[in-house]
């Protein structure tokens, strides 16, 4: 069975700083998608960065990069220059390949980013 | 373009009455997803569609959930009866059909609470 654990409640960071909240996966799928949302305080669901297990390089977008690390089953999300707007919820999700279409998520990290 | 589109986005009802949730997924889409996010349990897959076909529904708590899919562009999540557990945030999601778009777009949730 598939399963996503992230093992931090909570987190601070300072704004302008880097912050790395980790995210580590269980599946014995030869073919996964690892996936980062972001839910704010008002409480949708934002799409973040995506990674497929069998992409060579770790997936960037714009101050998001995912440190994806297959012998290891982590997939650990890097925020680089925090904001303040960038206090939310962070929940790691994955899928299986193909054409399935189930997302389990993990439990979510909050993230609070200090002035 | 518009995104995913539910209502209402409060529900507050009575223990026993019958509640429907209405879902627009964005056009174009051809797969929608129900989840449900709770406190205890995070976020949890309900069922899911495919070209309007339920393909997946072994999330669905018990009898009282059901959801239909009658056009690309509307469905619905019907709880009868509804009971206090049934309390929490119900989102309904969409995701093309192209290759290589992975990510799952969230609508805004529907609160609810059951008295």
């Known amino acids: 069975a598939q399963k996503i654990t992230q093992t931090q409640p909570g987190m601070f960071v300072q704004e302008k700083e880097a912050v790395t909240l980790d995210c580590t996966y269980d599946?014995?799928?030869?073919?996964?998608?690892l996936f980062w949302y972001k839910q704010p305080s008002s409480g949708e669901m934002i799409f973040l960065i995506y990674?497929?297990?069998?992409?060579?390089q770790n997936a960037t977008e714009g101050r998001y990069s995912l440190n994806f690390q297959k012998a290891r089953k982590s997939a650990n999300l890097v925020i680089s220059a925090s904001q303040l707007g960038d206090s939310a919820m962070y929940f790691c999700?994955?899928?299986?390949?193909?054409?399935?279409?189930?997302?389990?998520f993990g439990t979510g990290t909050l993230l609070a980013v200090q002035p | 373009d518009a995104g995913v589109i539910q209502s209402p986005r409060h529900e507050v009802t009575e223990m026993g009455q019958e509640v429907t949730l209405r879902c627009k997924p964005i056009?174009?889409?051809?797969?929608l997803f129900w989840y449900r996010q709770t406190m205890m349990r995070g976020l949890e897959l309900l069922i899911y569609?495919?070209?309007?076909?339920?393909?997946?529904d072994s999330g669905m708590p018990e009898d009282r959930f059901s959801a239909k899919m009658p056009n690309a562009s509307f469905s619905t999540l019907k709880i009868q009866p509804s009971e206090p557990r049934d309390s929490a945030v119900y989102f309904c999601?969409?995701?093309?059909?192209?290759?290589?778009?992975?990510?799952?777009?969230f609508g805004p949730g529907t609160r609810l609470t059951v008295l």
């Open positions: 999601a969409s995701r093309p059909g192209l290759a290589g778009v992975y990510e799952q777009f």
């Open positions: 599946t014995s799928d030869p073919s996964y998608g």
């Open positions: 990674q497929g297990s069998y992409d060579q």
């Open positions: 999700a994955m899928n299986k390949g193909g054409a399935t279409n189930k997302l389990i």
């Open positions: 056009s174009g889409h051809n797969s």
């Open positions: 569609f495919n070209n309007n076909v339920p393909i997946d």
